[in-house]
């Protein structure tokens, strides 16, 4: 089944204390990208990754690194997390041909 | 820059009626307007995807319209049921890039 998986589903954590949310997707797509998502503010775009080891920063990079080492693997990592990165994040894949995106489940992320 | 508008942010009907959900946006240079679903605590779901080239694209009891020149795309669901209650969001795929602008979606309620 293609699907887009994102771990863990809801986390929380604690100011600066560092996390890594993965993202896995087995329809060999080469885009892929993270977005957060807040109340009132809709979707915003993080970073996004075109292929392999190219990565490049959405709306709003601050806070959050990623890399893309294999091309089915895209973690966001949050070096020291605050609590303005109190959000609900999603995944994404792209299929090349048409641009239709499919999204993980979400994963929801609370700061202290 | 591509801003997204969608109207009206939020929808209450009774069962049965055909509606029209409205998406606007700034930039005609698109690749292709795509129609998500999002159930609560839920991911998104890729409803309808129209490429630049399209006029409209249907699946079941939807249907959506792009008009390029005017900046608008519909979605059109017939015979409304109180399982399409959902937020449903559009968003515009920019053709120099896969970068999605997101519109903030319209709350739809569909009353048995």
């Known amino acids: 089944e293609a699907q887009v998986t994102q771990n863990p589903r809801y986390l929380i954590t604690v100011t600066g204390k560092k996390l890594t949310v993965t993202c896995s997707q087995n329809m060999n797509h080469e885009y892929m990208s993270w977005y957060r998502q807040d109340p009132g503010l809709g979707l915003r775009q993080i970073y996004y990754?075109?292929?392999?080891?190219?990565?490049d920063k959405g709306d709003v990079p601050e806070g959050y690194k990623v890399s893309r080492k294999e091309k089915r693997n895209f973690p966001l990592i949050l070096e020291s997390p605050s609590p303005n990165q109190t959000s609900l994040y999603f995944c994404?894949?792209?299929?090349?041909?048409?641009?239709?995106?499919?999204f993980g489940e979400g994963s929801r992320l609370t700061v202290l | 820059k591509q801003e997204v508008t969608q109207i009206p942010a939020a929808l209450s009907v009774p069962e049965g009626e055909n509606l029209v959900l409205n998406c606007s946006f700034t930039?005609?240079?698109?690749?292709?307007l795509q129609w998500f679903r999002q159930d609560p605590g839920k991911g998104l779901t890729s409803l309808l995807l129209i490429q630049s080239s399209q006029r409209e694209q249907t699946s079941g009891r939807l249907n959506a319209s792009l008009d390029k020149s005017s900046g608008r795309s519909t979605l059109y669901i017939a015979a409304s049921q109180p399982g399409d209650s959902a937020t449903y969001l559009c968003a515009a795929q920019g053709d120099s890039n896969y970068q999605l602008i997101w519109g903030a979606g319209t709350k739809l309620i569909i009353k048995p």
């Open positions: 994404a894949s792209t299929q090349g041909n048409t641009g239709e995106l499919f």
């Open positions: 990754s075109m292929n392999v080891e190219v990565t």
């Open positions: 930039d005609s240079a698109i690749y292709n």
